[in-house]
């Protein structure tokens, strides 16, 4: 049995980096209070490296330890994050997450003022369009400044947002390949 040692400050630090200090937890993203969890638990030899830490709030945390997050879950939140932030920055993985809040039924163009975005703002979201994760338009009308723009998941965005949240990873793959 390996005996449990601390975490340093350097590796809580980049841990709570990594997840934009929220829990990992994709539908819960709760930053109240945090806890590090071992992936792999120290009584089965995981350490205090990075690629084996991840943040849970308290009451996810409990939910693993009970049974009801899956190992397999966390592993997949982990990796997803590592991908994101690679690809990413934490206000463009906030985005999808807040986009995937609302039906696609929600998003039309008669619904234009309600998740309407200026054209800088419009412009700060360019990494997820170019990525093919979300979509937009003008409303009709729009022909001179102030342009707007609304935005929302794309097919691909609601794949890649879905598999994250259910830790699905071989669907998360999928929705995944061809994103450069």
Request: one cysteine or more; hydrophobic letters at 40%.
């Amino acid at each position: 049995m390996s005996k449990r040692k601390k975490i340093t400050q350097g590796t809580k630090i980049e841990i709570l980096t990594e997840c934009g200090y929220r829990c990992s937890v994709p539908t819960c993203r709760n930053i109240l209070a945090l806890d590090m969890h071992h992936i792999i638990e120290v009584s089965e030899g995981g350490g205090n490296a990075p690629d084996n830490l991840i943040v849970l709030c308290p009451t996810c945390h409990a939910l693993f330890h009970r049974g009801e997050i899956r190992r397999e879950s966390i592993q997949m939140w982990k990796g997803m994050l590592i991908t994101l932030n690679k690809a990413f920055d934490q206000d463009a993985i906030d985005t999808l997450l807040f986009l995937s809040m609302y039906d696609a039924s929600f998003y039309s163009p008669s619904d234009a003022m309600k998740l309407s975005l200026s054209a800088d703002a419009f412009f700060s979201q360019r990494k997820l369009i170019n990525a093919g994760l979300v979509e937009y338009w003008s409303p009709d009308g729009i022909r001179e400044p102030p342009y707007l723009y609304l935005l929302h998941l794309s097919e691909k965005g609601k794949s890649v947002v879905q598999s994250w949240k259910n830790g699905n990873k071989e669907a998360l793959a999928n929705a995944l390949s061809g994103i450069s």
